[in-house]
Every structure is written in structure tokens, then in C-alpha cells.
């Protein structure tokens, strides 16, 4: 049985998914739920964790389970983030402010969207490790403002994704002429900047106009430097599946990268980020943190990923599973179980520390 604090962890993050699905609004599900074009690599992120096993050793002191670490400044009670999820209003009227309150409570660390649904001071007040993560837009004014309202309010880093020059082909949004509520916008940008992501386009999907207008499609590794060197706070770059971008990154000043497809949400096609891990850390060599995002959805998931070469291993769904079901708690209920899942398998793996992890330990069947 897991437990935290003495208490039970009875729900698994199915339980959370289902609740989830049944109380939230079918467009705002399909948001979150679904992935570009025909959901494969959606499919192939989670798929690659199933096709990866690990050979446990037995006969270890596994008394103490050691899950401690420290990425760009930061420390985590364990390598587990959330990462960033736009417009979190549409799942709890509490939005980000819940979510970051369930991050701070477990020790985790949340990476909140540029497009929070509350503001980023709000997000601030509940106390935790967080890092704001954002994208280039063509008025690079809005950039600057951002990333100074990030440092005065005690983010610690910054996360710009890389991965959406334009939107990927969410067919479901699509479908549902998907748009952003008033009730769930950004409280941090300006109206006029935000105003086409709340039109309906009637067979379109008003998030792919509002990228259209707003993001820059000409973003360049020089425009990376020259954030780098404008921030006061690492710059980690999002969206990283090459180990030549990979190396690229490192060149142009990144305190780290994420390795990431954007949840299948961007290029369907797109190698499951499992598959991408091993290389992308091997060309990076430890010069800076590797984080990891795509298809975790238990513990032992993250004992994979670290094993393969990540530092810090995020989810961005099954948090949003937990808002939606609980609130606060229900993010705690999420973070606390792959926390406890991942002990324990550490624990049944015979590897109690972090540093055990290595890519000897997992085997991986063809797909
Ligand atoms: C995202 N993601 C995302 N990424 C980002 O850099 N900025 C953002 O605003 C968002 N918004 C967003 C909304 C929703 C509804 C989802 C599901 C995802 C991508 C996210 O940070 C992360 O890369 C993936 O969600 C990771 O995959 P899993 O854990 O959901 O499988
Ligand atoms: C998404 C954007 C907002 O994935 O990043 O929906």
C-alpha cells in the first residue's frame, strides 16, 4: 500500500483521469486530452514506457530511498515537475493558484504557462519552487515586460518552448471550433494581444489564429542568445529532440533544455520522446540539466527516464487530472502518488539512489 504521512494513497491516476473526464466540459477535455493529427505520437510517448523494462537487483539495503535533487538552483524533494499546461481555469475555477499550491505542498516544481488563466503574482503566493515558462512573440516588448515580472515575483528560471513556430493540427479543437472562455484567459497579457484566442472560428481553431498573429514563426538561435544575455534568471529551452540542437543550445547559453514534443500536441510523426532521451543526454554530457517531458504517467516511469538520461522528469496532463477532480488536493493526490510509486520502485529495483540509475539497468523491446 502507499502511503504518505501516514496516509493512505488509495487513488491512482486513472481514478484522477476518469473523475477528471466526467466533471470537465467535453472542448475543454478534448484541449487537454488530445494530440496533433492522428494522436500518434501522442500514443508513441506513453507506448515507449511500456516498451521499456527494468532488471531489478535484490539483496540491497534499501532501508533509506534517497530522492533529493537540485536542478539550475532549485531544490526538489524528487526529480518531478509540472510542467507548463495554458489556461488552467478551463479545469478548476482555482486554475494555476491550485495547481502551484499542490507543487509547493509535495515539494515539486511548477513550471507555470506564459498563458496562465491567473496571475503570475497569485501563482507566486503559494510558496514553491517555480519557474515561468514563455514564448518568443513577434513583439518582443511583451517578452521583456514577462520576463521582468517573473524575476520581481521570485520565478527562478525561465522556460522558452521552441517547438511552436506555428500550431500543431489539433484536429479536436478543430472539430469543436475550440476557444478560450473569458473565464479562463490569461490575466497576464494584455487583451488585444489575446484577443483571437476567445473568437470561435467556426471550423477552425481560434488557439492556431492567436499563434498565427502573435508568435514569431522567424525565431532564430541568435534571438535565444539575446534573451540569455537580457535575463538575469537560466534560460531552458523547451522542445528539444536533436542532439544537434542539443548542443546548439548549449552554445547559445541555455542553463538547460527539456527534452519534449510538446505532449504530441505539436509535429504528429514526431519521435516518442523516450526514443529521443538517450542521444539528446549523451550530446550533452552533463554540461547543463536535462529535463524530460511525454507519457509519464506512473513512477517507475520516472526511474525509467532518469535511468535513460534525464534530470528532472515533468507531466503536464495528469496534474491538470488532478485540478480537475480536486483542486489543490486533488494536484497534491497526483504529485504525492508518482512520488511514492517512484520510491517504491527504486526500493523493488534494488537502486535506493538516484546516482544507481543508469542505462544498464533497462531494457527496451522493439516496437
Ligand atoms: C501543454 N503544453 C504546453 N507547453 C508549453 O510550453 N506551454 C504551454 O502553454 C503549454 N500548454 C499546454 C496545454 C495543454 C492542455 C497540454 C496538455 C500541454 C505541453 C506541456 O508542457 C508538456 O510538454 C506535455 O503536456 C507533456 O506531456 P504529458 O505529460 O502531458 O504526456
Ligand atoms: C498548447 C499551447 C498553448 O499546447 O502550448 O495548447
Known amino acids: 500500500v502507499l502511503s504518505k504521512g501516514g496516509e493512505t494513497l ?4 486513472d481514478d484522477y483521469r476518469s473523475r477528471a473526464q466526467s466533471v470537465a466540459e467535453p472542448a475543454a477535455w478534448d484541449y487537454l486530452a488530445g494530440g496533433a493529427g492522428a494522436e500518434r505520437t501522442l500514443a508513441a510517448n506513453v507506448a515507449a514506457f511500456r516498451g521499456a523494462t ?3 537487483r535484490v539483496l540491497v539495503d534499501v532501508s533509506a530511498v534517497e530522492t533529493t535533487v537540485e536542478v539550475c538552483g532549485t531544490r526538489l524533494a524528487a526529480p518531478l515537475g509540472v510542467a507548463p499546461v495554458a489556461y488552467q481555469r478551463l479545469w478548476h475555477p482555482d486554475g494555476e493558484a491550485a495547481t502551484a499550491a499542490g507543487a509547493a505542498a509535495t515539494g515539486t516544481l511548477m513550471i507555470a504557462s506564459m498563458f496562465s488563466s491567473v496571475r503570475y503574482e497569485q501563482i507566486a503566493a503559494a510558496g514553491g519552487s517555480r519557474w515561468l515558462q514563455l514564448y518568443v512573440l513577434r513583439d518582443r516588448a511583451i517578452l521583456l515586460d514577462l520576463v521582468t515580472r517573473a524575476e520581481a515575483a ?9 517547438d511552436t513556430p506555428r500550431l500543431g493540427d489539433r484536429r479536436r479543437d478543430v472539430r469543436n471550433s475550440f476557444a478560450i472562455p473569458p473565464h479562463a484567459q490569461s490575466q497576464n497579457i494584455d487583451p488585444a494581444t489575446m484577443a483571437l484566442a476567445g473568437i470561435p472560428a ?25 534573451l540569455a544575455e537580457r535575463s538575469g534568471l537560466p534560460v531552458v529551452l523547451k522542445g528539444i529532440l536533436d542532439p544537434a540542437d542539443a548542443n546548439r543550445a548549449v552554445d547559445a547559453g541555455a542553463a538547460g533544455i527539456v527534452v519534449s514534443n510538446h505532449g504530441g500536441r505539436q509535429l504528429d510523426g514526431a519521435i516518442a520522446t523516450l526514443d529521443a532521451l538517450p542521444a539528446v543526454a549523451a550530446a550533452v554530457a552533463g554540461r547543463v540539466p536535462v529535463l524530460f517531458d511525454g507519457g509519464v504517467r506512473h513512477g517507475v516511469d520516472i526511474l525509467v527516464a532518469r535511468a535513460l538520461g534525464a534530470d528532472v522528469v515533468l507531466v503536464g496532463r495528469p496534474p491538470i487530472w488532478g485540478l480537475a477532480a480536486g483542486g489543490a488536493a486533488g494536484v497534491t493526490g497526483v504529485l504525492s502518488r508518482l512520488r511514492a510509486e517512484l520510491e517504491l520502485a527504486m526500493a523493488l529495483a534494488g537502486r535506493p539512489r538516484l546516482t544507481d540509475l543508469d542505462p544498464a539497468i533497462i531494457r527496451r523491446a522493439p516496437r
Do not use: I, N
Request: glycine content about 10%.
Open 10 to 13: 488509495t487513488e491512482d491516476l
Open 54 to 56: 527494468v532488471v531489478p
Open 154 to 162: 521570485g520565478f527562478t528560471a525561465l522556460v522558452v518552448t521552441v
Open 202 to 226: 467556426p471550423g477552425g481553431s481560434a488557439l492556431a489564429s492567436h499563434v498565427d498573429a502573435t508568435y514569431d514563426p522567424g525565431l532564430r538561435w541568435s534571438d535565444l542568445e539575446w
